[in-house]
C-alpha cells in the first residue's frame, strides 16, 4: 500500500447512539466558529499542511503493509478505534519508522510535567525531542457530521469542538483530529 492510496470506505451499521459525552473541564473553551472546509482531495491536503517537501516524497514512495481489502463494519467506538489504528496508525507509522522517528501513545496524558488529569486518545510526537505533532479523540460513527459550519452546528458538535479546542491547550499541541470511523476532523488552532 502506498500513502496516497485510498481506503476501502467501511460500512457503517445504523446506531442511534451517536453523541460524544460532555467533558465539563472543556465547558469553558470556545466553540469552534472560524472554519474554514476542505473537501478530501489532494489539493485541499497541500492548502492545509503545505506542499510536500523532498523527504516527503521519497516517504510517500515507499509501499508499506497492505490495509484491509474488504470493508470493514463499524458501529461503535471500539469499531473506530481498531480502524484507526489498522487503516490510519499502522500505516502512518510505517512511514516514520526513520528521520524523523515519529511514536504514538494511546489513552495518555501529556507529555512531560503537566497538572492536567485528563487523557486523551491518541498523541503522535517525534522523538527524541517528544514534539508533540497531533493529538486525537475516538468517537462514535456518526458524531462528525458532514456538514461543519458555524452557522449549522448543533450543540453535539459544539460539545466536540470545545473538547477538542481543551485538548489542544491542555497538550499544547495546535493539531487536534477526531475520527468516528467514518470522517476525520482535522483542526489546526
Known amino acids: 500500500m502506498f500513502l496516497e492510496q485510498d ?4 460500512l457503517l451499521v445504523q446506531n442511534t447512539a451517536a453523541h460524544t459525552s460532555v ?3 472543556a465547558q469553558a473553551f470556545n466553540d469552534l466558529t472560524n ?21 516527503d516524497t521519497t516517504r510517500i514512495a515507499q509501499a508499506v503493509a497492505q490495509a484491509p481489502l474488504t470493508a470493514e463494519f ?11 489504528h489498522t487503516q490510519i496508525s499502522l500505516i502512518i507509522m510505517q512511514y516514520f519508522s526513520s528521520m524523523p522517528v515519529v511514536k504514538q501513545l494511546d489513552q495518555s496524558g501529556p507529555l512531560g510535567n503537566s497538572s492536567f488529569g485528563g487523557f486523551v486518545d491518541t498523541q503522535f510526537f517525534q522523538v527524541p525531542t517528544q514534539e508533540l505533532l497531533a ?13 461543519w459550519s458555524p452557522a449549522r452546528q448543533t450543540a ?22 477526531c475520527y468516528d470511523g467514518v470522517r476525520m476532523l482535522i483542526v489546526r488552532l
Open 135 to 147: 493529538i486525537g479523540e475516538h468517537k462514535t460513527p456518526g458524531v462528525i457530521g458532514s456538514e
Open 156 to 177: 453535539e458538535m459544539q460539545d466536540l469542538g470545545r473538547e477538542l479546542r481543551a485538548y489542544a491547550y491542555h497538550y499544547k499541541c495546535p493539531q487536534v483530529f
Open 74 to 84: 463499524v458501529k461503535n467506538e471500539a469499531d473506530a478505534v481498531r480502524l484507526f
Open 35 to 55: 472554519l474554514t472546509l476542505h473537501p478530501s482531495t489532494k489539493y485541499a491536503f497541500d492548502i492545509v499542511f503545505g506542499p510536500m517537501l523532498l523527504d
Open 7 to 10: 481506503i476501502i470506505a467501511p
Open 23 to 25: 467533558k465539563p473541564w
